[in-house]
Structure formats: C-alpha cells, structure tokens
C-alpha cells in the first residue's frame, strides 16, 4: 500500500506570492490533517479535512486555507506570503476523523519564501 | 509547546546501550503518539497509545503510557545506528484528532 504522498517535495517562493501544496492520503483514509513545522515553534496543526469538510482548525491566520476533494486528496494554499512562512509543512492521514485513530505523516513540502 | 514537554532534549549513546525518552502532558490525554522524523524528512509512524497502563512494543522500542501521570516513556533496547533521529510525542487532549507536539528529542547513537 503506498504511503502519503506530497507534492511538490521543494518550493521556493517570493514575499507576497501564494502557493498550494497537494497532499494524497494512503488509499482507503479519508481525512488529511495539515501541520507546520519551524525550528521555533515546532509541529503545529493547520487544519484537517474529512468528508470534504473542515473539522478542525489551528491558529493561524486566514492566508492559509485548504480544501478536500472527493478522493480523499487535499490542497493547501497560502497567500501573501512572508517570510515567516517558511517551513516544512506536513500532511497525516487516517481511516477517519475523531481521536483514537493512527495518523501517517507524508515526507513533507519544504517551502522557503525569500 | 510547552503543555506537552520532552525530556531529555538531546542524548548521545555508545550502540548497544539502552534509553528511556520521557513525555509528560500538562493536561488530560486521550491518545499518545509516538513518531521518529530523520533530519528535514516526514514522520515515521512508531506507536499510539490510548489507555492507561498500555504497553505497545515495535522491534527494539517500547512505549508505556501512565494515564495517572499523564506522561508516556518510550524505551530503546540495545541501540543502533539506525535508531539515530529525532522522536517526537504527539499527544491528543481534546479526543478530535488534533495532536499537539512536543519539541522532540534528538537521539545520536556512537557506533
């Protein structure tokens, strides 16, 4: 079965541009939750989606915003980008949502915003 | 974040020798999760937790929840060089999913 999958792996944006990262959760799961990762604040969740819908949201602000399609896969997008944007962001699916559920992590967009 | 703190920081070990990591949540949990991430690279899956006294084991590594205590250990057995990476503790307080990290621990094996 293949794992979660990212893309792209790289990305390198300018200040004030936007960017969408795509994220394909293990077939069969149905829910993507989004995490940024910096070496100063850690792993941090974004949001998750299932079923289309957003269950959960983080603190952050609303230049970051996702959506989920009907095969399970989920987009990302941020806009204006600053520079504080840089980060590795990571997508974990599972079967679904709720608590008490596995969750398998993607290998990550690293983006970099000069 | 500091509601879900990661002790040692860092730890540098001769292969072969055996480890405890800690991790103690500040608030009630429902679920702990275990993950090791290789420098700039995803998470690997290692153990979730959920109740009290839960013992999981993959391979060499052991992980142990103490609901009581709101804390979990994750012990090495006889480390190897592959076992070098940063481990991470996820914890699920509000029983949605949602996990909050701790800031890791960074594990370097001497062969």
């Known amino acids: 079965k293949a794992g979660v999958t990212q893309t792209p792996r790289y990305l390198i944006k300018t200040r004030g541009q936007q960017v969408t990262l795509s994220c394909s959760p293990i077939?069969?799961?149905?829910?993507v939750s989004w995490y940024q990762q910096t070496p100063g604040q850690g792993l941090q969740f974004l949001f998750e989606?299932?079923?289309?819908?957003?269950?959960n949201k983080g603190n952050f602000p609303g230049r970051f915003s996702g959506r989920q399609f009907s095969n399970s896969r989920s987009e990302m997008n941020v806009s204006t980008l600053e520079l504080g944007d840089s980060a590795l962001y990571l997508c974990?699916?599972?079967f679904g949502t709720g608590g008490r559920l596995e969750q398998y992590f993607g290998p990550g967009t690293r983006l970099t915003v000069t | 974040s500091q509601e879900l703190e990661q002790s040692p920081q860092s730890l540098i070990v001769q292969e072969g020798k055996n480890l405890t990591i800690n991790c103690t949540s500040s608030?009630?949990?429902?679920?702990l999760y275990w993950y090791k991430q290789k420098y700039g690279e995803g998470l690997i899956f290692l153990m979730m937790?959920?109740?009290?006294?839960e013992e999981k084991s993959h391979e060499k590594i052991t992980a142990k929840l103490d609901e009581k205590k709101q804390q979990s250990s994750l012990h090495i057995t006889a480390s190897q060089p592959s076992h070098a990476g940063t481990y991470l503790c996820?914890?699920?307080?509000?029983?949605?999913?949602?996990?909050?990290f701790g800031q890791g621990t960074t594990l370097q094996v001497k062969p």
């Open positions: 077939s069969g799961h149905r829910s």
């Open positions: 608030k009630t949990l429902y679920g």
């Open positions: 974990a699916s599972s």
């Open positions: 937790l959920q109740k009290g006294g």
């Open positions: 996820g914890a699920d307080r509000s029983n949605t999913g949602k996990l909050i």
């Open positions: 989606y299932f079923s289309e819908t957003q269950r």
